[in-house]
């Protein structure tokens, strides 16, 4: 399996709602991100997790809240949010060592209205 | 703070003719990637350059880098409409948390 999985492809969700998005990888990869990206613009890292924990939070709302359950699965709990966040959100996972790339899920499309 | 800028931005060129799309990147970087994406699509990787001077070509396309200029090329031979898409230059630290740090992009558009 060299893919990454993202789940649900399409969000829409309104602004008192709670939902959350699903990343799995099964690549024996130890860190994972999750990106979000708005239109034409590059995406933008949000957290990493390193084996399990969480490494780097680049200032991101609490109203996002990252999970790393187990070393396959990344979840993205979404609370109260502003229709500001509508973006695709993307997860990536790598091997976390020199030259090991990166491998990108498809992604989720998140409207909030 | 590592900064990567890649010009040009926006570029629409005839099939069947090259060009070039630059990246340069503000610190010393451990890696350097290329990335297509379709619109409303996920990041499709194209090439992974570690090493000055190192060249990986696929297709039409191939990748350049030098790491004393610390710029890297993507050139386009012969272009074809199936090319049309949104490059992504991007480098990584392994200091830094091995995070990923993107260009702007450059939107190709390629004529009939």
């Known amino acids: 399996d060299t893919e990454v999985t993202q789940t649900p492809k399409h969000l829409v969700m309104g602004m008192t709602n709670k939902k959350s998005l699903k990343c799995e990888q099964h690549m024996g990869h130890r860190a994972m991100y999750w990106y979000k990206q708005k239109a034409k613009k590059p995406p933008e890292l949000m957290f990493v997790?390193?084996?399990?924990?969480?490494?780097i939070n680049e200032s991101v709302p609490s109203r996002f809240s990252p999970e790393c359950p187990n070393s396959s699965l990344l979840n993205l709990h979404l609370h109260a949010l502003q229709p500001e966040d509508s973006a695709l959100y993307l997860c990536?996972?790598?091997?976390?060592?020199?030259?090991?790339?990166?491998?990108f899920g498809s992604g989720t499309r998140l409207t909030v209205v | 703070e590592l900064k990567v800028e890649q010009n040009p931005l926006f570029l629409s060129m005839q099939e069947g003719k090259n060009y070039t799309i630059y990246c340069n990147y503000s610190?010393?970087?451990?890696?350097l990637y290329w990335y297509r994406q379709d619109p409303g699509k996920s990041l499709e990787s194209l090439f992974v350059?570690?090493?000055?001077?190192a060249v990986k070509q696929e297709g039409r396309l191939m990748a350049s880098l030098d790491t004393k200029a610390r710029l890297s090329t993507l050139h386009i031979t012969a272009a074809v409409h199936d090319l049309s898409a949104t490059y992504f230059c991007a480098v990584d630290k392994e200091t830094s948390g091995s995070r990923l740090t993107f260009g702007e992009g450059t939107q190709l558009t390629v004529n009939p």
């Open positions: 990536a996972s790598s091997l976390g060592s020199l030259g090991s790339g990166y491998t």
């Open positions: 997790y390193s084996y399990e924990k969480l490494s």
């Open positions: 350059l570690l090493s000055n001077g």
């Open positions: 610190t010393t970087s451990d890696r």
